[in-house]
């Protein structure tokens, strides 16, 4: 069976604080898709990164970085220097890779992410 | 590129009625993705496109929901004889890169 597990439910920072956010992943595929989303209050689901099983390298996006680690089976999402507009709720998610239906995506119970001021 | 969107924006109906959503993808996107997203819970797969062939439903699709894509362009979702239950937020999202969502339909059953 495939599993997204976003273990923190809530998280409260006060601006300019670094986050982590945390993704745990099960599959028995060899292959799949892990990727990040965000959900602003507005409620549009925004694509942040998708991830395929074969890199393992970390990745940074200005103050988004990404640490995927197979061995644990893990997909971290950290902000540096968090900002007022990254509170919204994040989401993780898995999809087989090679399949034909590639866009079918399991979602976490996401996490949301207030930043104070 | 205008990305996904969708009509209506917000729903409300009683019980018993029939709703219809639309979305309209990306263009150039031939997968088309409907999910369902309840309060505090992500989202969850209901069906998907390949072009114009509906090729897997979701359990969660019951025989009250039908979906359409006529010439693998804007898709439909209809809802008949809604039920409290389906209050939720419903997502269509066309393939690309990665996944891209619309802003979906708020359906409030009262």
């Known amino acids: 069976a495939q599993k997204v597990t976003q273990a923190q439910t809530e998280i409260s920072v006060v601006e300019k604080e670094d986050v982590t956010l945390d993704c745990v992943y099960e599959t028995r595929d060899t292959t799949y898709y892990l990727f990040w989303y965000k959900q602003p209050p507005s409620g549009e689901l925004v694509f942040l990164i998708r991830r395929n099983s074969f890199d393992e390298q970390n990745e940074i996006s200005g103050r988004y970085s990404w640490n995927f680690q197979k061995s644990t089976s893990s997909f971290n999402f950290t902000i540096t220097a968090s900002q007022v507009v990254d509170s919204a709720v994040y989401f993780c998610?898995?999809?087989?890779?090679?399949?034909?239906?590639?866009?079918?995506?399991?979602f976490g119970q996401g996490t949301t992410l207030q930043v104070k001021p | 590129d205008t990305g996904v969107s969708q009509d209506p924006r917000h729903k409300i109906t009683k019980r018993g009625q029939n709703v219809t959503f639309r979305c309209d993808p990306i263009?150039?996107?031939?997968?088309l993705y409907w999910y369902r997203q309840t309060l505090g819970q992500g989202p969850e797969f209901l069906t998907y496109f390949q072009n114009e062939a509906q090729l897997e439903k979701s359990r969660l699709l019951s025989d009250r929901f039908s979906a359409e894509r006529p010439k693998g362009s804007f898709s439909t979702l209809e809802i008949q004889r809604t039920e409290q239950g389906d209050s939720a937020m419903y997502l269509c999202?066309?393939?690309?890169?990665?996944?891209?969502f619309g802003p979906g339909t708020r359906l409030t059953v009262t």
């Open positions: 263009s150039e996107h031939n997968r």
């Open positions: 999202a066309s393939e690309g890169v990665g996944m891209y």
């Open positions: 998610a898995l999809t087989p890779r090679g399949s034909s239906n590639t866009g079918k995506l399991i």
